[in-house]
């Protein structure tokens, strides 16, 4: 097949080099494409992004070449596609674009091409990220590196037709004529890019002079495998990556591309070998190309060691310095820098300048550190925790409303939040670890008059809940529909069972429920200061850890939420006896605390939900510390996560996050 299309790409002289008196400077990056026929989402991907340092106007996007599956037929033996295409200064559809100056023609064999999962080497997911089908275009993580990478054309080895692991087929030519007039007066070199989809290392690639049978050898460097096929009788990953860049070639016009012989052997990840020769793509250039820049290490926090790399490519001599913040950095000449003992002084933007007698390349910004710091966001909703004697443990109210006063007409009861289960409403209180003990007691008080059974959801109305993830596997106690009395149902629901009262009267009511999750332990209710109801376990059962306590709500969409009020609810860690629940009962409002030692957590409603803080951080390996003061002591936060919401006390004036230094590596693929 024979195709002439065209796109433009812009050309810049250099100011370095007009000034050494270069007449040209030039640099184009050709792509190769894959048509997957019935598939379309897993054909073509032009270059709609900048990829390897070179902006889309420069990238030739070459004919899509079938990868021999279902229509995809495949010709007669030896099952090898080859198609042409010219590119010159005026070819600017279907995908290329004008070269600067001269014309070149570039024809290509392959036994087909194929797709690949394999999207380049990037921070967020290193060393590399796949996405196991196609690019999601939309994607705000998408890159033109991954866009080239995605087709290959096979090596005919390792990759041949469909039908065999051993095709023994040619593998991939490309031949180009013509560079004699793209780079008229300056000397060239070349890059290779190669991925797969089943392939563990990439031989050499071998770049031929041919008027002179000269052959240039390229490599590439460990390849990053997503994954291993152990099915395979050889190793199989998807993989890919950058090759060295060629010697140069000057007053050059013929130039053929292909690889090393591929082959692979039986014995698995353990002894067996897969030698791939594939390829995406290649660039020509004259002039520097930073085609890896260093990845950005934005969760670098104080006393890292980070380690900056790139690569670039371009006719030799090249000259590197790093810079940051915009300045250059003394003595940082090489294609590495090592930033030692991070501190707020070397936090920020890191880039590095590549320059030869062709012109300049500034590589992509690396950002270090920046993202190593705990954010502050004030917020007007905290539910303050007034147990005295631990660690407090405040909430976050998410729509309840706080009454000072509210009586059923016979019982008055000051601090209260009322719940509207028609509304976003609940109480969410960040898991810690004084919430995962195997036994404990649970007491509020409440009045409502029975569930909304307009609201969301199937069941009754949750009042606490601990949500293990999995829809009707909770720690939960709710309120029934139309019997009004509760219910309990533990994680797997060891334990199920109701009280015999009935607390949806419109009446203030006391409720107690002690808990022990071993094999032989029981789960009791008390209602206004009486046992009412007990059951014993059928086998242990943990309640979930890592969860929030959810108190009137529950994020288990088969529940509906509370509809009534609230007030003094309390947590604690170890089981009351009958007496000590009877006596907070009889007390009222200001009664006693009972075992004030194992109480982690009483919400009083003294006040309305009022100013606190919520802190936010990136780097999930981190322990947060707090202070009374900013020069210590510093103590563990324990139990937290981002986002946290706190509210300052005497001994937690002041935060910071710890971890043990580390050393960050960018870019380890280099070659």
């Known amino acids: 097949m024979i195709s002439s299309r065209s796109k433009k790409v812009a050309c810049t002289v250099s100011a370095a080099a007009l000034m050494l008196g270069v007449s040209s400077a030039a640099t184009i990056g050709l792509h190769f494409q894959e048509n997957y026929c019935s598939a379309h989402a897993y054909s073509g991907y032009p270059v709609t992004l900048t990829a390897f340092g070179i902006p889309t106007n420069e990238w030739e996007n070459l004919y899509e070449m079938n990868n021999g599956y279902g229509a995809c037929a495949l010709t007669s033996a030896p099952y090898s596609y080859e198609t042409n295409e010219v590119i010159d200064t005026d070819t600017s559809t279907n995908g290329l674009n004008p070269l600067p100056m001269g014309s070149i023609t570039v024809t290509w064999s392959g036994p087909t091409a194929n797709f690949s999962a394999f999207c380049g080497y990037g921070y967020g997911n290193p060393p590399s990220y796949t996405r196991g089908g196609p690019l999601n275009l939309n994607s705000p993580i998408l890159t033109g590196e991954a866009e080239i990478y995605e087709t290959f054309i096979r090596d005919g080895i390792n ?38 989809d089943s392939i563990w290392n990439l031989t050499n690639g071998w770049i031929i002079d041919v008027a002179d049978s000269v052959t240039n050898s390229v490599s590439y460097p460990a390849v990053a495998h997503s994954g291993d096929d152990e099915g395979s009788p050889y190793p199989q990953g998807q993989g890919g990556g ?10 050059i016009d013929h130039i053929q591309i292909m690889s090393a012989p591929p082959q692979h052997g039986v014995g698995g990840t353990v002894s067996g070998f897969n030698n791939a020769g594939t390829i995406s793509g290649f660039i020509i250039t004259d002039k520097p190309v930073v085609s890896m820049s260093p990845q950005p290490e934005p969760l670098a926090t104080a006393g890292d060691t980070v380690l900056l790399s790139a690569y670039a490519i371009g006719v030799p001599p090249l000259s590197y310095q790093w810079q940051f913040n915009g300045q250059s950095i003394p003595g940082a000449t090489a294609t590495n820098y090592a930033i ?59 729509g ?175 089981i009351l006896l009958p007496n000590e629940i009877s006596a907070i009962y009889n007390s009222g409002n200001g009664g006693p605390l009972e075992d004030p030692a194992d109480l982690q957590l009483q919400f009083r409603f003294a006040t309305a939900p009022g100013g606190g803080i919520v802190l936010s951080w990136q780097d999930s390996s981190v322990v947060l510390q707090s202070a009374p003061a900013i020069t210590g002591p510093w103590t563990p936060v324990t139990g937290v996560s981002s986002p946290y919401t706190i509210v300052p006390v005497a001994a937690q004036q002041f935060f910071r996050y710890s971890r043990a230094p580390e050393t960050l590596v960018s870019n380890p693929f280099l070659m």
Not at 166 to 188: A, E, H, M
Not at 242 to 251: D, E, G, V
Not at 558 to 571: A, E, F, M, T
């Open 159 to 196: 990759f041949g037709p469909p039908g065999g692991a051993n095709n023994d087929q040619p593998g991939y030519l490309v031949d180009i004529t013509g560079l004699k007039s793209l780079f008229p007066s300056t000397p060239f070199v070349f890059e290779l890019i190669a991925s797969g």
């Open 242 to 251: 950058l090759s060295t860049f060629s010697a140069p070639f000057t007053n």
């Open 400 to 574: 309840a409303t706080w009454e000072a006063t509210n009586s059923d007409g016979t019982t008055t009861r000051t601090g209260v939040m009322s719940f509207v289960a028609l509304d976003t409403n609940g109480i969410s209180v960040p898991d810690n670890t004084a919430f995962d003990g195997t036994n404990g007691t649970i007491t509020f008080w409440m009045q409502s008059a029975g569930t909304d059974q307009s609201a969301p959801g199937n069941n009754g109305a949750s009042i606490f809940c601990r949500y293990t993830g999995t829809m009707d596997d909770e720690f939960l106690i709710y309120q029934n529909d139309g019997s009004g009395n509760l219910s309990f149902q533990s994680p797997n629901a060891v334990n199920t069972f109701s009280s015999v009262a009935d607390v949806s009267d419109s009446k203030w009511h006391f409720v107690a429920m002690t808990f022990d999750e071993s094999s032989n332990g029981v789960v009791s209710f008390y209602i206004d200061g009486a046992l009412d109801s007990t059951n014993g376990n059928t086998a242990s059962w943990s309640s979930p850890t890592g969860q929030p306590l959810e108190i009137g709500y529950t994020s288990d969409p088969s529940w509906r939420d509370y509809n009534g009020v609230l007030s003094d609810v309390r947590y604690y860690s170890v």
């Open 340 to 398: 030692s003992n991070l501190t707020s002084a070397n936090v920020g933007s890191y880039d590095l300048v590549v320059t030869n007698a062709y012109g300049v390349a500034t590589s992509q910004v690396s950002v270090v550190g920046t993202g190593a710091m705990i954010t502050q966001t004030p917020v007007a909703n905290i539910v303050y925790d007034s147990n005295p004697d631990n660690a407090q443990h405040d909430g976050v109210n998410m």
